[in-house]
């Protein structure tokens, strides 16, 4: 199921304990807490995490009722983080449930979009199974190699 960004901005009110207040919001209140997620969504892009979030091109120009295109593994890390981040401005404080579920889904995402480097080989130190894969070949008629190696 894809959810909107209101969708989204409601279910993190609700994790407030502000359910039914999301269902008459201020036009104004909804308008900032989209921004705050715009502001979350982008900062999390930032560092790397991947959620599939449909940034707006102009952040004062945002649709509530458009899809938020957030993976579904990632929509709880974003209600729960997102509810954190507007609490003040509804004078709440978060629940602790809600800030240890908002710190394992921001963890978890950034361990599944992290990118682990590839090891580079450092190769083989000579006698421990090192073989020379350069062949030194005889100049005809010269006893010397014509690389400098003798033979």
């Given amino acids: ?10 279910k993190a009110l609700s994790e407030l304990g502000l359910g039914q207040y999301a269902l008459t919001a201020q036009p104004q209140d909804m308008m900032d807490a989209l921004s705050t997620l715009n ?9 790397g995490v991947v959620t599939g979030f449909a940034m707006s091109n102009t ?8 899809d938020s295109g957030i993976a ?3 929509v709880s890390a974003v ?5 954190i981040e507007i609490a003040p401005s ?6 602790p449930a809600t800030q240890h579920k908002a710190r394992r889904g921001f963890q978890m995402l950034q361990a599944r979009t992290a990118i682990i480097p590839a090891r580079q080989s450092r190769g083989s130190i000579a006698g ?3 073989k020379r894969t350069h062949r030194v070949d005889l100049v005809e008629g010269d006893e010397k190699p014509s690389n400098g190696y003798t033979a």
Avoid: C
């Fill in 79 to 83: 209600i729960n983080s997102l509810a």
């Fill in 1 to 10: 199921m894809a959810y909107t960004k209101r969708q989204i901005i409601a």
């Fill in 59 to 66: 952040p004062t120009v945002d649709d509530l009722d458009k």
């Fill in 39 to 47: 502001i979350m969504m982008g900062a999390w892009h930032g560092e």
């Fill in 90 to 95: 509804f004078g709440k404080q978060p629940f």
């Fill in 128 to 130: 421990a199974g090192h």
């Fill in 72 to 74: 579904e593994t990632a």
